[in-house]
């Protein structure tokens, strides 16, 4: 994978924030590997495309001030709620020597032919995996193929999962990742029904029972 760099200018603690961020910057601090923590900056549009790349669990090489180098992993993120900009970023230093555990996250894809076929419904019970490896090894995703699953009985496992030398997955390999469970038959949506219609007769007949308490006590 082609290298990540991100290039950060050191700021002065007492900086108008918002005055950055209208000016097209993104306040962070970046921490970690037994360092003192620092206030940089860095441009908007630099750390998105930077983000968008990396994610959290791919390392960044960021250079601060055009020359000290530093290896990062985006550790947490805030956005604005109503723009969806980056407004902040946790920037993690990490010591390329020692391992480290992260969850990875799994990408989906493939048809199952007991979707396609049976008409079941998918379950997903992990969207992420941990592992432990060095940083330089971290993964970006693991692929989970769900056309592994021909039959209501199959399953997808941490076990089936592929991963490259170094990587060491920390849950159980036989960890259930995904499944299709049988659709539901005539009776059970039958019954589903009943009970639907029984809760909202309860709620009417609450209903009823407080406006009725109301009126009593206006009289």
């Known amino acids: 994978m082609k290298k990540i760099i991100l290039k950060v200018k050191s700021r002065e603690k007492n900086e108008n924030v918002n005055k950055l961020r209208r000016d097209g910057f993104v306040p962070a601090v970046t921490y970690g590997n037994g360092k003192e923590s620092r206030d940089v900056v860095v441009k908007a549009l630099d750390f998105k495309r930077a983000y968008e790349n990396a994610g959290e669990n791919t390392i960044i090489e960021m250079e601060i001030d055009g020359k000290e180098k530093t290896n990062v992993l985006v550790y947490d993120v805030q956005t604005d709620v109503m723009s969806?900009?980056?407004?902040?970023?946790?920037l993690f230093q990490v010591d390329m020597k020692k391992e480290i555990e992260t969850d990875i996250p799994l990408e989906?894809?493939?048809v199952s032919p007991a979707i396609k076929e049976l008409g079941g419904v998918l379950v997903k019970n992990l969207d992420t995996v941990e592992v432990r490896c060095f940083p330089d090894n971290i993964p970006h995703s693991f692929i989970v193929d769900l056309s592994l699953i021909k039959t209501f009985d199959d399953h997808v496992t941490i076990g089936n999962l592929k991963s490259e030398e170094g990587v060491e997955f920390l849950g159980e390999k036989e960890a259930i990742i995904a499944s299709v469970t049988p659709p539901r038959s005539e009776e059970e949506l039958?019954?589903?029904?009943?009970k639907i219609e029984e809760d909202v007769s309860a709620v009417e007949g609450t209903k009823g029972k407080t406006e009725e308490i109301v009126e009593e006590e206006k009289k």
Do not use: Q, T, Y
């Open 84 to 90: 969806g900009k980056f407004i902040h970023a946790d």
């Open 108 to 110: 989906f894809v493939g």
């Open 190 to 194: 039958s019954r589903l029904d009943e």
